[in-house]
């Protein structure tokens, strides 16, 4: 019966087959979305609602926000995608649009100012020192993982903002900090201090 | 070779050093062990923050399910309401049920007269002793309020995700808790008649500069007028904000008085409450059950079945009252016509200002109390409120934080900004009233003053949370943004502001301050939160 399921859950021949079909296609589906062809832009929002939701959800406060500038992103997506040049992987693309959605949306609640406004310039060299709790293990159960997850929802927006734009969209600190509009250095630090504080956190919870 | 730091490794785990940097790291990893462990680990860190990111800490929307799950939040809403409302109804109906004594009734928070008495108490109290009563009445209304957040909170603790926007969603609530609408007619002039000759089914609600009452009313009557006359009848209740009022006719239900006087000729069914400056119950006069009010004057010739509660600077009795009379305040006569079928009981400033005629008639005991006034310092019982008052702020923040956790950490922010704050808050604290006045002189109307004024209430008690929670903030400087955190903070802060609220002469100011920062930063958090969020 479980070999049956196992058997069940892994890849089947046809799926792989779909998922080749999807990344060639995706191209195709692209230049019809820059045509204005309603079905192709459909197809993106099936395709990447759930990872442009994600973006948002990391970095807004509330899943209502969230929902909103999705909306937005996919709004907007019929214009924007003109833009697209196809020099850098298209869902990369997009959660770099979605990011600078949501760095909008949180500037105008800060009436246009920057959305991470704290430049302190002793950040730039952190140093861990030997008291610090050590990186969090790649084994990690699953209540820890929920407690993570509360965790990175929980850090302040300065953290949080370079962590997700870091390790959701997978952007690096030099675009993440032409989306935050901070120094590299900066951008550097301030995700080094982001996990230095989950592991804290971590660590004083598990105690 | 020395070893690199933590920092450096994180950047080459990142893809972030340049070649040359990384191609040195790289041949010191051969080396040195201890390094190479730091880099695995920061690895697997970087693999398990991308996985824990990518796993979404609730139930992930699908494009399908978008447009359906707003409906089902509408869908939700209204059941919310709808359930705070059966909520709502089922414990009035047992309150009913429980048959308060009539002391007692005006106690009743469900009950419009429960509201209008909470409104004129706290009118009279802040005229005699400012802003200190009115923490106390903020703490009446808070507990108020601490019911129905025990009420909704088992309804909403399931659904805290969607609740952010606190403010239009409190709103909702109150709105739908408010008065329910009734068939209404409407008059509007100049002079505004109800004929001897003309019967109105209806509840009526007259505007004008004279209201004047000859005929019958069969619903309840609203009146904002500068002169109101009840020559003939009022079969429900009569609501009346006016300079002067007269009923000389008969009014079946009860009297809720807004008017500068009011003055009765004629009968009244049940009772009165209400707050003005003077009100005169005439030779002529009978009341049903009883009164309850604050006025600057009362003078009672003629006749109340039941028992009067006053608080009034001056009270003047020399008709009947079938029960007790119990009144606070400056000075109390009974002519040797009075009658009183209960007990006195009054508390005054000096005994000198207690006069009872030889004559008058006093079935029950007789207690006045001379308030003196001993230090509060002295008295169990004030430690015991204090405890109780700070446990009861505990819990509603806690409360707060729990359904609102955005809104909660947000108002306690938007305290740091200062003067904005105090100066909003000022504003809230004077405009409010104000504009309670004039909603309740609109034809919009009285449930929208009276949800208004509960609002206000609120928002006065929980002022002292925000500024509370943000000193323990300031003093704690806890490094993270936890629920602990900021639970500890508060009962810091909380417990700070309360001993400097008792300094003498420094403390009132303190709690004005209070009040008006925490305010301030209520209103501007409502207003950022009912902005939309995006408006491209």
Known sequence: MDARRNKAKGPQPREVKDKQMEGRDLESVIERAQGHDTQALGEIHRRYFRRVFGLCRHMLDSRESAEDATSEVFLKLQRSIESYDGSIPFPRWLLRVAGNQCIDVLRRRRRGRQVIVEVEYGAAVVEATSSEPSPLGSVIRMEERAQLQAAIACLPENFRLPLVLRYYSELSYDEIGQQLGLERNHVAALIFRAKLELRRKLAHRSK | ?536
């Open chain 2, 1 to 536: 070779m020395e070893c690199y730091s933590e920092q450096t490794c994180a950047l080459l785990v990142d893809g972030e050093l340049t070649v040359d940097e990384a191609q040195h790291l790289r041949d010191h990893l051969v080396t040195c062990q201890r390094c190479r462990e730091l880099v695995d680990a920061l690895r697997a860190e970087n693999r398990v923050l991308s996985e824990s990111l990518r796993e979404l800490p609730e139930e992930a929307a699908s494009p399908a399910a978008f447009s359906r799950l707003r409906w089902s939040w509408v869908w939700g809403d209204l059941a919310f309401v709808a359930a705070v409302l059966a909520l709502g109804w089922i414990v009035s109906v047992w309150i009913d049920e429980l048959k308060i004594p009539d002391a007692l009734k005006w106690f009743n928070p469900f009950s419009l007269s429960g509201l209008t008495n909470l409104m004129f108490n706290l009118s009279y109290y802040l005229a005699q002793g400012g802003t200190a009563m009115l923490t106390e009445y903020a703490a009446v209304v808070g507990g108020f309020f601490l019911l129905l957040l025990l009420g909704g909170s088992a309804l909403l603790l399931g659904r805290r995700g969607r609740l952010r926007q606190a403010g239009p969603r409190l709103l909702i609530v109150m709105l739908t808790l408010s008065l329910p609408s009734v068939a209404m007619e409407r008059r509007h002039g100049e002079f505004v008649t109800v004929p001897a000759s003309e019967t109105v089914d209806d509840t009526l609600l007259a505007t004008g500069n004279t209201v004047r009452v000859e005929g019958v009313v069969n619903g309840d009557l609203l009146v904002f007028g500068r002169t109101v006359e009840v020559r003939g009848t009022v079969k429900g209740d009569l609501v009346s904000f006016a300079k002067r009022t007269v009923v000389s006719g008969s009014v079946e239900g009860h009297i809720y008085n807004f008017s500068q006087s009011l003055d009765l000729d004629g009968q009244l069914g049940h009772s009165i409450y209400g707050w003005t400056q003077s009100l005169h119950v005439d030779n002529r006069g009978h009341v049903g059950d009883g009164i309850v009010v604050g006025a600057g004057d009362f003078i009672l010739e003629g006749e109340v079945k039941r028992s009067v509660t006053i608080f009034t600077s001056n009270a003047d009795v020399s008709g009947s009252i079938g029960r007790d009379l119990t009144m606070a305040g400056g000075s109390l006569t009974l002519t040797t016509t009075a009658r009183l079928g209960g007990n006195l009981s009054a508390r005054v400033r000096h005994l000198k200002d207690v006069h009872i005629a030889d004559g008058a008639t006093i079935e029950g005991k007789r207690d006045i109390q001379v308030r003196v006034r001993k230090s509060q310092f002295r008295r169990a019982g004030f430690y015991f409120r204090q405890a109780v008052w700070l446990a009861s702020a505990m819990l509603v923040g806690w409360l707060s934080l729990v359904l609102f956790p955005g809104f909660v950490q947000a108002s306690t922010q938007a305290v740091g900004s200062g003067w904005r704050s105090l100066g909003l808050g000022v504003g809230v604290l004077a405009g409010v009233p104000v504009a309670i006045v004039v909603a309740a002189i609109t034809l919009v109307g009285i449930p929208l003053s009276f949800m208004l004024f509960a609002a206000y209430l609120a928002a006065i008690y929980l002022a002292k949370i925000w500024v509370g929670a943000f000193l323990g903030r300031i003093l704690l400087r806890p490094t993270g943004a936890t629920k602990h955190d900021w639970l500890l903070g508060l009962l810091l802060g909380l417990l700070i502001l309360t001993i400097v609220g008792f300094i003498p002469y420094v403390g009132g100011l303190v709690r004005l301050g209070m009040v008006c920062l925490g305010l301030g930063a209520f209103a501007w958090q409502l207003y950022q939160a009912s902005r939309p969020a995006i408006t491209a």
